[in-house]
């Protein structure tokens, strides 16, 4: 079983960065998929970041990508989110999740444990 606790969200203002942390327990990160979600009032969950297992390939939201990288601590076992030139529509509560799907990048629907998430709010 696999524990996810997920930090580092705050309120920032536009064009700001900020560095969320998902630190797991239970399960090397090296060997499973990690993906960061996110969620807004009234709209479905998202996939926003996604590293496969042992860090091969990497997924990035369309709107996202340029701004965000996934990365991982093997050593710390914990998975970040570095969010760059942050925009008031990034606002949600992020989460991160894992899969145990061994090739590639998962499917959004195959990722599991699900922590509390971390609040992040970007004001214009």
């Known amino acids: 079983q696999v524990q996810l606790v997920e930090s580092g969200g705050k309120l920032v203002q536009a064009g700001d960065s900020l560095r969320l942390s998902c630190a797991a327990s239970g399960r090397a990160v090296s060997g499973i998929a990690m993906g960061w979600f996110r969620r807004t009032p009234g709209k479905e969950r998202e996939i926003v970041a996604a590293i496969g297992r042992r860090g091969i390939g990497t997924y990035y939201l369309d709107s996202v990508k340029g701004r965000f990288t996934i990365s991982s601590d093997n050593a710390k076992n914990t998975v970040y989110l570095q969010m760059n030139s942050l925009k008031p529509e990034d606002t949600a509560v992020y989460y991160c999740?894992?899969?145990?799907?061994?090739?590639?990048?998962?499917?959004?629907?195959?990722?599991?444990?699900w922590g509390q998430g971390t609040q992040v709010t970007v004001s214009s």
């Open positions: 999740a894992y899969s145990t799907v061994l090739i590639g990048i998962p499917p959004a629907s195959t990722y599991r444990g």
